[in-house]
T-cell receptor, first 116, second 111 residues
Framework: NAGVMQNPRHLVRRRGQEARLRCSPM?????VYWYRQLPEEGLKFMVY????????ESGMPKERFSAEFPKEGPSILRIQQVVRGDSAAYFC??????????????FGEGSWLTVV | DAKTTQPNSMESNEEEPVHLPCNHS???????IHWYRQLPSQGPEYVIH???SNVNNRMASLAIAEDRKSSTLILHRATLRDAAVYYC????????????FGTGTRLTIIP
């Protein structure tokens, strides 16, 4: 039973390039969450999506960042025109349904973005 | 989400039980309590979660106070692989559908 799969695990981008991070949720899970962890800091919520819908994007920076979870395929976190401050670990998590039904969320191994 | 308070760090000897405390005095009656841990350079790992009754699984036990204002994660026999940052989080049952991570407790295991 595969867990949450993220790729790439490590990504290096030059300033101004685009970064695309992909997340395949656990089988049967239709809810996806993205978190960011800056070096030596805690995990910060970015966005919560269900299939084809953004439910909560209160943690997403207003510019350059976007996320989607299409009907088919993985969830994508897209960072345009990356800057050095975007260097961080980006974690995806998934759950089978809403948290208010007693579920919890399961994390992937993360994607480490380095901007040079 | 109810705010949680955890000690910044704890130490424990290898092969001994570890009790990691968490205070959540503003928890509501329908909020769940979740515990995760994060090893260096890895994603957060689910440990256990519960609502009112104590919970056990292969990794740990969760003891929830009768008034639910606090809980304790119990590792029955610590190993070096249990050295990690442990996060206690509450999730509200209505609205706000995300888990908000605090700073957690950094657990050091002494060989």
């Amino acid at each position: 039973n595969a867990g949450v799969m993220q790729n790439p695990r490590h990504l290096v981008r030059r300033r101004g390039q685009e970064a695309r991070l992909r997340c395949s949720p656990m089988k049967g899970h239709s809810h996806v969450y993205w978190y960011r962890q800056l070096p030596e800091e805690g995990l910060k919520f970015m966005v919560y999506l269900q299939k084809e819908n953004i439910i909560d994007e209160s943690g997403m920076p207003k510019e350059r960042f976007s996320a989607e979870f299409p009907k088919e395929g993985p969830s994508i976190l897209r960072i345009q025109q990356v800057v050095r401050g975007d260097s961080a670990a980006y974690f995806c998590a998934s759950s089978p349904s809403r948290l208010n039904s007693g579920n919890t969320i399961y994390f992937g191994e993360g994607s480490w973005l380095t901007v040079v | 989400d109810a705010k949680t308070t955890q000690p910044n760090s704890m130490e424990s000897n290898e092969e001994e039980p570890v009790h990691l405390p968490c205070n959540h005095s503003t928890i509501s009656g329908t909020d769940y309590i979740h515990w995760y841990r994060q090893l260096p350079s890895q994603g957060p790992e689910y440990v256990i979660h519960g609502l009112t009754s104590n919970v056990n699984n292969r990794m740990a036990s969760l003891a929830i106070a009768e008034d639910r204002k606090s809980s304790t994660l119990i590792l029955h026999r610590a190993t070096l692989r249990d050295a990690a940052v442990y996060y206690c989080i509450t999730s509200t049952n209505f609205g706000n559908e995300k888990l908000t991570f605090g700073t957690g407790t950094r657990l050091t295991i002494i060989p």
